[in-house]
């Protein structure tokens, strides 16, 4: 047991986890000298022993925190940081020689995915990750809503646009892409002109001539003028600025669940420590999250009734 204690307060040890940050750091650095053949190669046995040099001490750091979860080292790899890190490292020891050194490129990746091991040591790091993992399933319903819009408005756009400018707007996908452009802000104003003023005098070359002739798509300019502007400012706003930033709100949601568990736990690791927590005290921190869990129920309920309030007025709006 005595062994298990120093192997715990190693890997607790903030010189410990420091160092661990620092190594990371220079592995990173590490890999993107190798991005350099001319200095890899004349470097080579430097870089590689001092590649081997940080493998070895990412081992050294795994064996410390397998060997503090003794009796139960399995406890380790409840951890999916830990998993992580496990991963890592031995995927480096995969011997990628002789046939295998068509594999060589996983091996590469991993020591690219070595600096990630920076989210395992730095807790806000983990926090910020963690937000993201956590807003997926909301993010879900996002995605189906912007692709959603984008297929409305691309289908749209074929018919008003695809004649005039079929290198954006000939067909659906092309039509996506062009719109995905938009969204981003990517010289969204040069897609909006070509449909304003015709594609005989605005933004067509030789080349997007040639490509629609040869596959089989007939240009004939036409100048949709204000139609064209009102539907690009409509979808760059609804689709840029409305939609897109609903994946911001998501992700802020579940950085304030991420946080509000962070806290959560460290209030129990302090009380465990200094044995203060007890089952009054676990009951206690229940009670409060389900109070406040009450307390935003009664919220959405209050916005419910206020959007059915206003949802019927506008019903008696409409029959007057």
Same mark, same amino acid.
């Given at each position: ?188 104003? +040069?897609?909006?002109?070509? &449909? ?8 067509? %070359?030789? /080349? $997007?001539?040639?490509? =629609? #002739? ?50 959560? +736990?460290?209030?129990?690791? &302090? ?8 089952? %009054?005290? /676990? $009951?206690?921190?229940? =009670? #409060? ?32």
């Amino acid at each position: 047991m005595g062994v298990t204690n120093i192997a715990k307060k190693i890997a607790d040890a903030s010189l410990f986890q420091n160092f661990v940050i620092g190594v990371i750091i220079f592995a990173g650095i590490l890999v993107g000298t190798q991005t350099y053949h001319n200095f890899y190669a004349i470097h080579v046995e430097i870089i590689d022993l001092l590649d081997a040099i940080v493998l070895t001490i990412f081992t050294i750091e795994v064996i410390i925190k397998l060997v503090s979860e003794f009796p139960k080292p399995w406890k380790y790899f409840a951890d999916p940081w830990n998993v992580f890190d496990f991963l890592i490292v031995g995927v480096c020891f995969i011997p990628f020689e002789g046939e295998g050194a068509a594999f060589l490129p996983v091996l590469r990746l991993a020591r690219i995915l070595r600096v990630f091991k920076l989210v395992t040591a730095l807790p806000k790091l983990q926090l910020i990750v963690g937000a993201l993992l956590k807003s997926i399933p909301s993010m879900g319903y996002v995605v189906m809503l912007l692709l959603l819009h984008f297929y409305i408005f691309a289908s749209a756009s074929v018919f008003f646009f695809g004649r005039n400018d079929p290198w954006h707007f000939g067909n659906l996908q092309h039509s996506m892409l062009s719109l995905f452009r938009g969204v981003t802000f990517e010289d969204w104003t +040069d897609l909006m002109y070509i &449909q304003m003023y015709g594609s005989d005098h605005y933004g067509y %070359n030789d /080349e $997007m001539r040639l490509w =629609a #002739n040869e596959n089989g798509f007939e240009i004939v300019s036409s100048a949709s003028g204000m139609v064209a502007a009102v539907f690009f400012c409509i979808f760059v706003v609804s689709g840029g600025l409305i939609i897109l930033n609903l994946f911001i709100g998501v992700i802020m949601t579940g950085m304030d669940e991420m946080k509000a568990e962070a806290e959560l +736990d460290a209030l129990v690791a &302090q009380k465990r420590s200094d044995g203060s927590f007890t089952l %009054n005290g /676990e $009951m206690d921190i229940l =009670a #409060n999250k389900i109070e406040e869990l009450a307390t935003s129920l009664e919220l959405i309920k209050v916005l419910m009734a206020k959007a059915h309030d206003n949802a019927e007025k506008l019903e008696k709006d409409k029959a007057s």
